[in-house]
């Protein structure tokens, strides 16, 4: 537990987590207190609970435009990425044997599809370029009748580049239909959802599965969920007790679905003024380090394809570890990258950031900025003068080695 200071606390490390709506928290715990039955069981308090969690599982599904039947629930968006890789394998290993991914999708999707390719599946990691967005033509030409599955993120964890998942469904809409072939879309929206409009019916039409993470949406960790489009054949991940549909058995964290549930209907009911917020303070950040710091590059674009929860910047001449912890000092919180390649980073830094072209000096001084609806134009403020006194400081000590 942090101690209690007079020092401002910055938290701009929401990609990585989110502070939980409290809310969420009030109302998780009077699940945990009056509705703790077994969704499975027969008897009231089941039937209770059960009613809970198909309430929560309506709401979210509401969110991104898709039937309640349509959502399954698990403990994370890795393990919904995981159904999706080895499932897919699994269902259309008759079919063919490629998979096709970004070479700057999230490990979840990297690491499966590295374990498929050891058991002979080939996989092709599409290009992406000096701000991360696919290479088009590199994902069209390498559509073959043997594809299977296709997964490209909704938005990048450490860029917050957002991908043009409408125009690669049609692509992969118009070659199944020339080929009489039947290739899965599968988006990992773990970052994208909350942040941007995620919507089966329209900019997400042709996804035929997505998933999805509540503690990036200030809901609980170890929850997570998955969609797949109706009539889409996807063999269970678990075996046991037969919970959603026999996909993913398991006695349902109903705690931590009704405070996805939440957490969710917060997130859409608020949504603009949310969304706004975030985009305020990045732009400010944005500008102002610009502005106020010498020799740095912007990783993340500057366009309309700019997710407004994130910003990363390469301050040259430092390393972004080093900066991290100093500003950690100032009660600034930010990352390097994802928190989930920080247990098995490579000696080459960023896989994203190295998939971009980016060189080795530019990724050793990278930080990631990602905002939430709490923050404000005082934080950053704040923010800019921290950052550019360690990066002088860092710069200052490194002319003498």
């Known amino acids: 537990m942090l101690e209690k200071t007079d020092k401002k606390l910055v938290y701009l490390d929401n990609s990585a987590t989110t502070r939980q709506y409290d809310a969420v928290t009030e109302t998780m715990l009077q699940a945990m207190r009056e509705n703790y039955g077994n969704p499975s069981s027969l008897h009231a308090l089941g039937l209770a609970a059960e009613k809970e969690v198909r309430a929560a599982r309506k709401t979210i599904a509401a969110a991104i435009g898709a039937k309640e039947e349509t959502l399954y629930f698990t403990a994370c968006g890795t393990e919904s990425d995981n159904t999706v890789l080895f499932g ?5 290993k008759r079919s ?8 700057a999708e999230h490990p979840a999707i990297l690491e499966p599809a590295r374990k498929l390719e050891s058991l002979g599946y080939e996989v092709v990691r599409i290009g992406v370029d000096r701000l991360c967005h696919p290479d088009m033509n590199q994902l069209a030409a390498e559509l073959t009748e043997d594809t299977i599955l296709l997964s490209i993120m909704g938005v990048n964890n450490e860029t917050g580049t957002i991908m043009p998942i409408s125009e690669i469904a049609k692509i992969k809409a118009d070659y199944n239909k020339a080929h009489g072939t039947d290739i899965w879309l599968h988006s990992d929206c773990v970052q994208a959802f909350g942040k941007i409009p995620v919507d089966l019916a329209a900019n997400y039409r042709g996804v035929d599965l997505l998933s999805l993470s509540a503690h990036k949406i200030h809901g609980p960790k170890g929850m997570g969920a998955l969609y797949v489009r109706k009539g889409l054949n996807l063999p269970a991940f678990l075996l046991g007790g037969g919970q959603e549909q026999h996909l993913r058995s398991g006695t349902e964290n109903t705690p931590g679905i009704i405070g996805f549930g939440k957490a969710a209907a917060l997130a859409m009911t608020n949504f603009d003024a949310r969304i706004e917020t975030m985009r305020t303070c990045r732009k400010f950040l944005l500008e102002a ?19 407004p929860s994130v910003l990363n910047i390469s301050f040259l001449g430092t390393r972004g570890e080093v900066l991290l912890h100093t500003l950690e000092q100032d009660g600034i919180y930010v990352s390097t990258g994802s928190a989930c390649t920080s247990n098995h980073a490579s000696a080459k830094g960023s ?3 190295n998939a971009m072209g980016l060189s080795p000096k530019e990724i050793e001084g990278a930080i990631r900025f990602s905002f939430s609806e709490f923050n404000t134009i005082e934080e950053m403020e704040y923010t800019v003068e921290k950052v550019k006194a360690a990066v002088q400081r860092f710069r200052r000590l490194g002319s003498f080695r």
């Not at 897919?88 to 259309?92: E, G, I």
């Not at 106020?292 to 394809?305: F, G, K, M």
């Open 289 to 307: 380090c610009k502005a106020e710091i010498p020799d740095i590059r912007i990783n993340s674009p500057e366009d309309e394809t700019a997710c």
């Open 88 to 92: 897919a394998a699994q269902a259309k």
């Open 351 to 353: 896989h994203v950031l």
């Open 96 to 103: 063919g044997n490629k998979i096709l991914v970004s070479a």
